[in-house]
C-alpha cells in the first residue's frame, strides 16, 4: 500500500517492440470506475490481481494505490460482476535506460491506442525518453482504463 508515482505517453510507432522483453494479454474490469475509489479487477497473463485507485494529485502523477494478488479463478468471478465493459490490451515490457517502460497496445473499442507507462520513484526524478514516446498525457482523465470504458478511443474526434 503507498503512492503511485506514474507518469504516461502516447507512442508515435511501433519499434517498442523490437526492444520488449515481454509481452502479456491483459483482461480488466472495474467493481467501481469512481475516481475516489477506482476498484480494479485484472487477469494478467497467468495472474490475478485485484488494485484499488484513489484520487491522483494536482499534476496527475502521484496516487493511492493498493494491490493484491488473487487467483484466476477469482479475478474470473469477479470479472463477472464488475460494471460493463472490458478493457484489453497487449502490454508489452521495454527496459531504457535506468526504467521500465510498460508499453499498452490496446484491442477492441480502444484498438488504435498505444500508451507508454513509466513508474519512477519520485515526480522529480529525471528519465530518459525513447524516440518513440510522444506526447505526455499524465493526468489527462480521458487516458485513464476507467475512462476508456465510457468513452472508448474509437469514439475520439481527435486526440
Known sequence: MGQEIERKFLVKNDSYKNHAEEMVEIRQGYLSSVPERNVRIRINGNKGIITVK????????????????????????????????????????????????????????????????????????????????DKEVTGEVKYYNSELLRNPYKNWKSI
Open 54 to 133: 484513489g484520487l491522483g494529485n494536482e499534476t496527475g502523477v502521484t496516487r493511492f494505490e493498493w494491490e493484491k494478488e488473487i487467483s484466476v479463478e477469482e479475478a474470473k468471478a469477479l470479472l463477472d460482476i464488475c460494471e460493463p465493459g472490458k478493457i484489453e490490451k497487449k502490454r508489452y515490457i521495454v527496459k531504457y535506460g535506468e526504467h521500465v517502460y510498460e508499453v499498452d497496445e490496446f484491442l477492441n473499442e480502444n484498438l488504435g491506442l498505444v500508451i507508454a507507462e513509466l513508474e519512477l520513484s519520485s515526480e522529480d526524478e529525471s528519465f530518459e525518453k525513447p524516440d518513440w514516446v
